[in-house]
């Protein structure tokens, strides 16, 4: 859910950037707006979650990494989420 803002302030960003500049504008708005996120999410928040529990920032980003292969691999058809035995 946490996304669901940032994703909110770019759609309403790029439509400023269209209306204001054209599609050239909004094109590079949209850019703009990717790279700050993607920065914020690939960069900053492990380093900062890092320092909080005294981890190196590598360490945090192959554990969320992990994590999501895990939950994507458990999606899988023929998988299951529940142990039987």
Do not use: C, K, W
Not at 18 to 23: D, E, F, I
Not at 50 to 57: D, E, Q, S
Not at 60 to 74: C, M, N, P, Q
Request: positive net charge; aromatic residues 4%.
């Amino acid at each position: 859910m946490s996304y669901v803002g940032a994703f909110v302030a770019g759609f309403v960003a790029v439509l400023v950037g269209l209306v204001s500049g054209g599609p050239l504008t909004a094109l590079l708005v949209l850019g703009l707006s990717v790279l700050v996120q993607t920065l914020e999410g690939e960069v900053l928040q492990p380093f900062l979650m890092g320092r909080m529990v005294r981890l190196h920032p590598l360490l945090v980003v192959v554990s969320i990494a992990v994590g999501v292969l895990r939950a994507v691999l458990s999606q899988l058809p023929g998988t299951s989420n529940t142990q039987t035995g």
